[in-house]
């Protein structure tokens, strides 16, 4: 069963976790989620695996679609002073089966509760597609730099405060 652009978001399991905690299984889908929405979807060659997931909390969204388990979003917040001096958001996807149900948003307000949490009275900073620049506009953010080239796709980095 896939969800239609129409279809309200699925119900989710969220799993919380640091690299060595995600099972192997649960790892694989993120990762292969992650090569298919940036890599081969956006025609970008870059280096995924980048060492910024060991120094992350990585959020999964699990559904269940005909009967099983499937990865429906994902997203990763990596620790300040890693990336940027804030936490910084990153990797934000609903995989393909998932588009158009509003799990974009869902997992981008479940992540920014967690690093509200993790990171009390810390900002988040991200380095959003300018293309989807009123996307996270819409969730608060704001932006605070020119647009600069990403892995030859147009970028700005975007801040949020807790309001």
Do not use: N
């Not at 309200?8 to 694989?28: G, V």
């Not at 980048?50 to 990763?76: F, I, Q, S, T």
């Amino acid at each position: 069963m896939q969800p239609t652009s129409r279809a309200p978001p699925p119900a989710l399991q969220w799993q919380w976790s640091r690299l060595p905690e995600l099972p192997a299984l649960d790892l694989y889908a993120a990762l292969a989620a992650r090569q298919t929405v940036f890599a081969v979807e956006q025609h970008c060659a870059f280096q995924d695996a980048d060492g910024l997931d060991l120094h992350a909390w990585h959020l999964l969204g699990w559904a269940r679609a005909g009967g099983e388990r499937v990865l429906a979003c994902y997203l990763r917040i990596i620790d300040p002073g890693c990336k940027f001096a804030e936490p910084a958001i990153g990797r934000l996807l609903p995989t393909p089966a998932f588009r158009g149900t509003g799990l974009g948003r869902a997992v981008m307000i479940e992540g920014l509760a967690r690093a509200a949490s993790a990171y009390p009275g810390h900002a988040v900073r991200i380095a959003a597609q300018q293309r989807l620049e009123a996307f996270y506009a819409s969730l608060g953010f704001r932006t605070v730099s020119l647009p600069f080239d990403e892995d030859g796709i147009p970028h700005v980095e975007m801040l949020w405060t807790r309001p």
